[in-house]
């Protein structure tokens, strides 16, 4: 038996229009066990990501895989990207396939395109889920590009009622994610995770009150990935307040390190 976690996260800039992103890891564990069995036994789509794994890390045998997640089921939290890590992860120690954090980085982004998981494979959000640190990738060259300073402090997670946004056509925000993503380059995180919440509210034609009262309140954030979820920076007390009434709030801790044991660095 082999057990390996991850971290849920929260969106700097999303990667799907420009295919530079930036994430970073919020302590919401997602857990993995794997142990032998004569076929594979798992939750139905988690089947399907399995059989498509196994074949990638060229293993044979079954396996049995269990779940536990403290992410929350809405969009824009890493939960894919955190599951995929720690399956990966698991399966490495199973079979002593010795992966690095890149090959798990790279095995996660592949993958996740294959099954639909994403569409630009969200190796910033797999980076920042595996290694435990903010990060501004190229998701299109498959690089890390830097390892961000922030976000240290604990953070406000706004979960709304209503379902996600995505499907929309992203060339009307280009531009403005782009300015965004060079901010990031630059460790001007707060100002590019703002402009990205902004651009990704309008295009998905969510309510921009929660995020203009957290604002107002001297925070940073807002939609996180395609959403509905939302994160902001830091935690104040009297924002999560008055984002009672737009849904669930939760406070969520911004780690700095792995869940689980992973190798050598990049």
Known sequence: MAEACAWGGGSIVNAIATGVGAAFPLNLRVAVEVSPSPVDVADGDVLRVLDRVKARLGVSGGVRVWVRSEVPRVGGLKSSSAFMNALLLALSDLFSLGLTPMDVLRLNAEVSREVGISVTGALDDAAASLLGVP????NLAMR????LEGPADDALVLLPP??????KDVGPIRGLIGVAAQMALAGEWARAMDINALAHAALYGYNMEPTLTVWGMGGHGGVSGTGPSHVFVPYIEDAARALERFGEVLRAEVPRGPCS????PL
């Open 135 to 138: 990060v501004v990738t190229d």
């Open 162 to 167: 209503y379902g996600s946004g995505r499907g």
């Open 261 to 264: 044991r992973i190798g050598r």
């Open 144 to 147: 890390v590009l830097r390892v």
